[in-house]
């Protein structure tokens, strides 16, 4: 039937998302930030639960401090 996922396809993504939930759970604990959140929303779509808490939570893109001569 046309629309149907397979089965190995559904086992793909439900694959990504734990993973993607687990990563974000364990580094989110490790940071002391709000990891059950992250845990919950990273099983609901992926990359973007994970972009999220790499720009917002880790703060990756912030300028660094300008050094004083």
Not at 11 to 20: D, E, M, N, R, S
Request: proline share 6%; aromatic share 14%; net charge positive.
């Amino acid at each position: 039937m046309k629309g149907e996922l397979s089965f190995p396809i559904i086992l793909l993504v439900a694959l990504i998302l734990l993973t993607q939930s687990i990563f974000l759970f364990w580094h989110a604990r490790k940071h002391n930030h709000n990891y059950w959140l992250w845990g919950i929303v990273g099983l609901i779509q992926a990359p973007m639960p994970t972009l999220f808490y790499l720009i917002f939570a880790r703060k990756v893109l912030k300028k660094k401090p300008q050094e004083k001569n």
